[in-house]
């Protein structure tokens, strides 16, 4: 197993690099090798490298039939950036793999499954430096590698996709948003006041695509600034509100977040499945 | 000239209320009746009272013979909160008049513009709290009086709507969101980073529906939070790389903005036309 890592968003520190190597190595031995493009650790701006450098880095990736995956090394911001020029470059053999990322990384994982590649939602290498990062990093590969069905989010049982809800919020309208009918939708969203969580999901339920889904589970919603005046609902209590006003069913939590407890959910298929 | 207020969004405190009567009278003598809604000072946690009263409220005026014009009373959030349920209960007197607000109240100005409504992007009441509130009301009031030229944002000369960036983002896809075909866009943004932007405009410009404008023109972003690390590019490279990115003609500046000299914009008329 060969899982290449690069960074279309914020770049990432050499040091979590080499912390998650260790790792895989002490965990998985010879089983796994992870090589980090040398694009991670690029800096330019806001990013890991100009678009052009970010795009090239995922299309020498995912274009090399060597590779099984392609792991997303940080969210932050600039996935979308880069997306349409990566989805026109993708080759046959972008095809044979997996592609695992989740936050601003939804852009990419967005239109490459609906390109119709294989792609999951879940812990990347910068969620080592969380607390229990090594939990989040295990979790990781041991679906990247075993497919490992204690890695995924354990509500499963059908088509399922998940996302950042803000980052979802900007995928609709544009060439990037996958078909979902049918499709477990589960949000998570971090650090957005509860009126933009209202406002987002005003947004999101409220588009036609959205509302063909088979219902929507509300992951964790962390590090909300404090709404001034109060906004008197919590996040649950929002996401039932938009729901039941938009006719899609509200299906309870979803063992995601912005954390390191946040679970894999492949996009499209059921548990154990890979 | 009877002009009804209603806060769609957030509350305005009595005291601003009386302000602006105040000015009004004094600068228009008995030309203009301003009546604030007592719904104006409402308070349901965010809100200038829950969605029904909001809704109820705005109706009211809406649909009175009696009025003139519907001046939304301030901004914050709520008002897409309501759109469905006031686009739903308008009857044939909500036609015979005009409809000005800006920010949140977009939502509104949205949904209102594709049912065939008059509206427009200006002052509102809240504004008068502002440094040099003063001009901003006596140009919303001469605008919606007697239509002034001199209160219209100055390279009006075709059809142009305006909008703040962030609302536009949440209408993409939605119920409310009208037909653009030609019109110049005019866009301002407030409070946000300079990554938020730039994935907003790459939202906006990634709509079919906004790819159908005959081109954008940028006002004024302001109190952008600090960006960690430098985005590197100032809001009007941001909204040229997207115009670029996206076939979408960029035409300069457009003089709105969350500020005193925020400009009206009457959607989709030419200037004078009202």
């Not at 880095?57 to 274009?63: D, E, K, T």
């Not at 980052?167 to 969203?189: C, Q």
């Not at 889904?213 to 404090?226: E, K, M, N, T, Y």
Request: hydrophobic share 45%; net charge neutral.
């Amino acid at each position: 197993m060969k899982i290449g890592v690069v960074a279309p968003a914020s770049r990432l520190e050499q040091a979590t690099a080499e912390r998650v190597t260790a790792l895989a190595e002490a965990a998985f031995g010879g089983r796994a090798e992870i090589v980090f493009h040398p694009q991670c650790f690029l800096s330019c701006g806001h990013f890991a490298g100009d678009d052009a450098a970010r795009a090239e880095a995922f299309l020498a990736v995912a274009n090399d039939p060597a590779f099984d995956g392609v792991w997303f090394a940080r969210g932050g911001y600039g996935s979308g950036r880069i997306a349409e020029r990566v989805l026109a470059g993708l080759t046959a053999a972008a095809g044979n793999k997996i592609y695992l990322g989740y936050s601003d990384g939804g852009f990419l994982l967005a239109g490459l499954y609906a390109k119709g590649l294989r792609v999951a939602h879940g812990p990347i290498p910068h969620d080592l430096r969380r607390e229990g990062g090594d939990a989040a990093m295990r979790r990781a590969l041991s679906y990247l590698i075993d497919g490992a069905p204690q890695s995924l989010e354990p509500s499963l049982d059908g088509p399922a996709a998940a996302f950042n809800l803000t980052i979802l919020s900007h995928l609709i309208g544009t060439r990037l948003m996958p078909d979902l009918s049918g499709h477990v939708l589960m949000l998570e969203e971090v650090s957005e006041h509860l009126y933009a969580i209202d406002r987002a999901l005003f947004h999101v339920t409220g588009s036609a695509a959205v509302r063909r889904v088979a219902g929507i589970r509300l992951g964790r919603c962390s590090d909300i600034p404090p709404n001034d005046p109060p906004f008197g609902q919590t996040p649950e209590e929002i996401v039932r509100h938009w729901c039941a006003v938009s006719g899609i069913a509200y299906l309870g939590r979803a063992d995601i977040g912005h954390d390191a407890d946040n679970k894999v959910v492949p996009f499209g298929v059921r548990k154990g499945a890979r």
